[in-house]
C-alpha cells in the first residue's frame, strides 16, 4: 500500500436489487407503487436510487422536503411525479414541478393562493397518527370549493402501525380512511407504507408508498424478511496490534484484553453514522465469520478482536452491515430501527453503485 491508496470504507449499494424489490412490492400491490426516496433514499441516495426506479418503470416519488424535490427533479427530469410530504415552504415555486402534501387547511388556503399548480397536489388526511394530515373536524369545515383549483391528484393517509398487524389501530385507520376518502369521490387513494403492503386488501390503495422495504428493510418484523440486501458496508483495516492479556483497549478502557490478542483498527467510527451504543456490541464480519467490536467506539475508528481471524491484514475489508448482519440485524444491537440505521450512514463513505 503506497500513501496515495489510503484505504476508504465503501458502500455498495445494488440498484439492481432495489429495483427488485419494488418489482416484488408491485406484484405483492397489484396497482401502482411509489418509491419513498426522503433522507437521500434512506441514505442510499436518493437520485441514484429513483434514476434505477424510474428506468424500471416507477412513475411517483416522495420525499420530505421541498429541496429534496428540488434536487430530485434536477436528477430525474420532468416526467415522473415528485411529491414532498412536508408540504411547502414560504415562497415555494409553484412551478418548480413538484406536488405538495397538503396538511392542515393553512397549507391548502395557502397553496390555493398560488397562481398555478401544473404539478397538481396530495390532500394529507390523518386517521390516527395525530402528526400531520387535516383531522376529521378540519375535513369537515373545509369551505365548498376550497380545493377546486388545487389540481387534488390523491388523498392519502399513513398507518401508525402497521408493522405490528394485531394492532387494532390498522383496521381503524382503514375504516377512517374509507370514510374519509368517500367525501373526495373520484379522486384516487393512496395508503400503505412499506409495511402495509403485507397487511392485505384492506391496506390496498392507488398508489403504496413504501421506503424501507426498497432498501431490505424486514417490512414484517417477526417473520422472515421477504425483501432482498441491497447494501453493503466495509471498512478497511489500518492496524492489526498485539495486545498483552491485561492491557485495556481504546476510551475509556473498557475493554480489557482477557488473553493475549490481536486487535484490528478499522476506519470508520461514529461521525460515520457507525452508532456508539454498538460498542461492545457490534460485530464485524472477517472472511464470513463475525469478530466483536470491542470497546468503545470512536469518532472516526473501531476496534474489533480479530485474535480468531489470524489472517487479516490492514488493507483488508470488514464488512459491518450488510449481508450478514443486516442493517435490522444492526440496530437490535444498537436498540434502535433498521430506518436509523441506514439514514445515518456517513457522507464519508466512498458509494458504489451496482448498476440496475
Ligand atoms: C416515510 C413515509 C413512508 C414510507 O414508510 P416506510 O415505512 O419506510 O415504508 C410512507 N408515507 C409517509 C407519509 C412517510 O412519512
Known amino acids: 500500500m503506497t500513501p496515495t491508496e489510503v484505504p476508504e470504507a465503501e458502500l455498495e449499494v445494488d440498484l439492481g436489487a432495489i429495483l427488485a424489490n419494488w418489482r416484488d412490492l408491485c406484484a405483492r400491490h397489484g396497482a401502482a407503487v411509489a418509491g419513498v426516496v426522503k433522507a437521500d433514499g434512506y441514505g442510499l441516495?436518493?437520485?441514484?436510487?429513483?434514476?434505477?426506479?424510474?428506468?424500471?418503470?416507477?412513475?411517483?416519488?416522495?420525499?420530505?422536503?421541498?429541496?429534496?424535490?428540488?434536487?430530485?427533479?434536477?436528477?430525474?427530469?420532468d416526467g415522473p411525479m415528485i411529491a414532498v410530504l412536508g408540504g411547502f415552504p414560504p415562497g415555494a415555486d409553484a412551478g418548480a414541478g413538484l406536488t405538495p402534501v397538503l396538511n392542515t387547511p393553512q397549507d391548502i388556503a395557502a397553496w390555493g393562493n398560488v397562481a398555478a399548480t401544473p404539478a397538481g397536489t396530495i390532500l394529507h388526511l390523518d386517521t390516527g397518527m395525530e402528526r400531520l394530515g387535516l383531522t376529521r373536524a378540519e375535513r369537515a369545515a373545509l369551505a365548498p370549493g376550497a380545493l377546486d383549483r388545487l389540481g387534488l391528484r390523491y388523498v392519502m393517509t399513513h398507518l401508525a402501525c402497521a408493522d405490528d398487524p394485531a394492532h387494532p389501530l390498522n383496521a381503524l385507520q382503514a375504516a377512517r380512511f374509507a370514510e374519509a376518502a368517500g367525501a373526495f369521490p373520484g379522486i384516487p387513494r393512496s395508503f400503505a407504507n412499506s409495511a402495509g403492503l403485507f397487511l392485505g386488501p384492506d391496506f390496498a390503495s392507488a398508489l403504496a408508498r413504501p421506503g424501507c422495504a426498497l432498501y431490505g428493510i424486514n417490512p414484517t418484523p417477526g417473520h422472515p424478511n421477504p425483501m432482498r440486501q441491497v447494501m453493503r458496508l466495509t471498512v478497511p483495516v489500518l492496524q492489526v496490534r498485539r495486545v498483552?492479556?491485561?492491557?485495556?483497549?481504546?476510551?475509556?478502557?473498557?475493554?480489557?484484553?482477557?488473553?493475549?490478542?490481536?486487535?484490528?483498527?478499522?476506519?470508520?467510527?461514529?461521525?460515520?453514522?457507525?452508532?456508539?451504543?454498538?460498542?461492545?456490541?457490534?460485530?464485524?464480519?472477517?472472511?464470513?465469520?463475525?469478530?466483536?467490536?470491542?470497546?468503545?467506539?470512536?469518532?472516526?475508528?473501531?476496534?474489533?478482536?480479530?485474535?480468531?481471524?489470524?489472517?487479516?491484514?490492514?488493507?483488508?475489508?470488514?464488512?459491518?452491515?450488510?449481508?450478514?448482519?443486516?442493517?435490522?440485524?444492526?440496530?437490535?444491537?444498537?436498540?434502535?430501527?433498521?430506518?436509523?440505521v441506514l439514514t445515518s450512514l456517513g457522507a464519508r463513505y466512498r458509494r458504489r453503485y451496482l448498476p440496475a
Open 244 to 340: 498483552a492479556a491485561g492491557t485495556p483497549v481504546g476510551y475509556g478502557a473498557t475493554w480489557v484484553a482477557k488473553r493475549d490478542s490481536m486487535v484490528a483498527t478499522i476506519a470508520a467510527g461514529y461521525a460515520d453514522g457507525y452508532l456508539r451504543a454498538l460498542s461492545s456490541q457490534g460485530t464485524g464480519i472477517v472472511a464470513g465469520r463475525p469478530v466483536p467490536l470491542v470497546g468503545r467506539v470512536s469518532m472516526d475508528l473501531i476496534t474489533l478482536d480479530v485474535t480468531d481471524a489470524p489472517d487479516l491484514r490492514p488493507g483488508d475489508r470488514v464488512e459491518m452491515i450488510g449481508p450478514s448482519q443486516t442493517a435490522d440485524e444492526v440496530a437490535a444491537l444498537a436498540g434502535t430501527i433498521g430506518y436509523e
Open 45 to 77: 441516495g436518493a437520485a441514484p436510487v429513483a434514476r434505477a426506479l424510474a428506468g424500471g418503470g416507477c412513475r411517483h416519488f416522495f420525499v420530505a422536503q421541498w429541496a429534496e424535490g428540488m434536487a430530485l427533479r434536477a436528477a430525474l427530469g
